[in-house]
T-cell receptor, first 116, second 113 residues
Framework: DAGITQSPRHKVTETGTPVTLRCHQTENHRYMYWYRQDPGHGLRLIHYSYGVKDTDKGEVSDGYSVSRSKTEDFLLTLESATSSQTSVYFC???????????????FGAGSRLTVL | AQSVTQPDIHITVSEGASLELRCNYSYGATPYLFWYVQSPGQGLQLLLKYFSGDTLVQGIKGFEAEFKRSQSSFNLRKPSVHWSDAAEYFCAVGAANTDKLIFGTGTRLQVFP
């Protein structure tokens, strides 16, 4: 399959438990991103990666960590989930280069996380 | 500070009516501008983008947007809305020398028959 696959698509967990969301891409894109989407806030960047083992923080990175050991996989980890992290999480990718594809994000279908 | 403002949280139109969704931005560099659409339960899909050149850009599904530098705006328009256009619409801004986009908070479009 081509594109971006997020897993799991839905997860319910309890406060204090660790959670890992996975993003897998087949586009060979260099850049990968994790966003969270909440009503009234739109999309907010959590972390992003500009290459294998190269990651950086976004605007809402507290409580989250990421890892990228392969070009195709970008993991988002909540070490100890809290109710404030209940959200829909989107992975996105962006290729390098100029022209029509430059700066264009391609999004996965999202992962809905509920923390009780 | 860099920001994107979508002043309308929710818009309701009748099918066949014209549509304009507003987007204003504040950005230090020459902006790249985008509109994305999100159908319920789905990820975001690119509608159109502006990098340079003609300030009126055409996108998919019959949408267009006009970049007005003097007004720091990039409003999205469609002459005749279809029921299938009901979705949430996001404006975003970036730049050639950055790898991150800034998104607005979105406008939810409802279409009545």
């Amino acid at each position: 399959d081509a594109g971006i696959t997020q897993s799991p698509r839905h997860k319910v967990t309890e406060t204090g438990t660790p959670v890992t969301l996975r993003c897998h891409q087949t586009e060979n894109h260099r850049y990968m991103y994790w966003y969270r989407q909440d009503p009234g806030h739109g999309l907010r960047l959590i972390h992003y990666s500009y290459g294998v083992k190269d990651t950086d923080k976004g605007e809402v990175s507290d409580g989250y960590s990421v890892s990228r050991s392969k070009t195709e996989d970008f993991l988002l980890t909540l070490e100890s989930a809290t109710s404030s992290q209940t959200s829909v999480y989107f992975c996105a990718t962006q290729g390098l280069g100029m022209g029509d594809g430059a700066n264009v994000l391609t999004f996965g279908a999202g992962s809905r996380l509920t923390v009780l | 500070a860099q920001s994107v403002t979508q002043p309308d949280i929710h818009i309701t139109v009748s099918e066949g009516a014209s549509l304009e969704l507003r987007c204003n931005y504040s950005y230090g560099a020459t902006p790249y501008l985008f509109w994305y659409v999100q159908s319920p339960g789905q990820g975001l899909q690119l509608l159109l983008k502006y990098f340079s050149g003609d300030t009126l850009v055409q996108g998919i599904k019959g949408f267009e947007a006009e970049f007005k530098r003097s007004q720091s705006s990039f409003n999205l328009r469609k002459p005749s809305v279809h029921w299938s256009d009901a979705a949430e619409y996001f404006c975003a801004v970036g730049a050639a020398n950055t790898d991150k986009l800034i998104f607005g908070t979105g406008t939810r479009l409802q279409v009545f028959p």
